[in-house]
């Protein structure tokens, strides 16, 4: 099975900052990378597929890079409804796993 | 409008039996894959499996393979996830999501199912 590992656990952030968090595959993925917000008490929420792509309705602050194993999420001036939890997910082989979160918080 | 509507919370005692569902609408059901994913209070995201909603194409995590069954209705759009004998370690909230395709990201998501487990 693949692993995604993602640094960091947690960030602190101000709105207007730019955050990057990253996550790490234990194996070549390709561009099979999706990445996830998800708010407290809420489903999850589709923001970039193959690496790069962001899906319909994303702001455009959100961005990905990357390919292989090593991707990249960066959210450019922060808003206040960014603060939540992000998560990487490898689509290449099964099983489809997620790496363990990265928690945005309030500076 | 596109929506994956999941059935309610359930309290359950160990070793009883379970199987919630995912009612897809708005879209052709059939076209799409459903997976399951688990998030156990607190925790993160924990992929279950995926099925293709026309073939009934299933693949499951080997981490719950022989837990859990998955399966699908599409002459009623919905999806199931079900368990014949629950553990406490059951006790999570589990979502269905909707693909496209195995290589695509999950674009819809259902609202969660509370499942408690207690004796």
């Known amino acids: 099975d693949i692993q995604m590992t993602q640094s960091p656990s947690s960030v602190s952030a101000s709105v207007g900052d730019r955050v990057t968090i990253t996550c790490r595959a234990s194996?070549?993925?390709?561009?099979?990378l999706a990445w996830y917000q998800q708010k407290p008490g809420k489903a999850p929420k589709l923001l970039i597929v193959?690496?790069?792509t962001l899906h319909s309705g994303v702001p455009s602050r959100f961005s990905g890079r990357g390919s292989g194993t090593h991707f990249t999420l960066t959210i450019s001036g922060l808003q206040p409804e960014d603060f939540a939890t992000y998560y990487c997910?490898?689509?290449?082989?099964?099983?489809?796993?997620f790496g363990q979160g990265t928690k945005l918080q309030i500076k | 409008e596109v929506q994956l509507v999941q059935s309610g919370a359930e309290v359950k005692k160990p070793g009883e039996s379970l199987k919630i569902s995912c009612k897809g609408s708005g879209y052709s059901f059939a076209n799409y894959w459903i997976a399951w994913v688990r998030q156990m209070p607190g925790k993160g995201l924990e992929w279950m499996g995926i099925?293709?909603?026309?073939?009934?194409?299933?693949t499951y995590s080997p981490s719950f393979q022989g837990r859990v069954t998955i399966s699908v209705d599409k002459s009623i759009s919905t999806a199931y996830l079900q368990w014949s004998g629950l553990k406490a370690s059951d006790a999570a909230m589990y979502y269905c999501a909707r693909g496209a395709a195995t290589i695509d990201g999950l674009d819809y998501w259902g609202q969660g199912t509370l499942v408690t487990v207690s004796s």
């Open positions: 193959a690496a790069t």
């Open positions: 099925l293709h909603s026309d073939d009934s194409d299933i």
């Open positions: 997910q490898q689509v290449n082989s099964y099983p489809h796993s």
């Open positions: 194996q070549d993925i390709r561009s099979w």
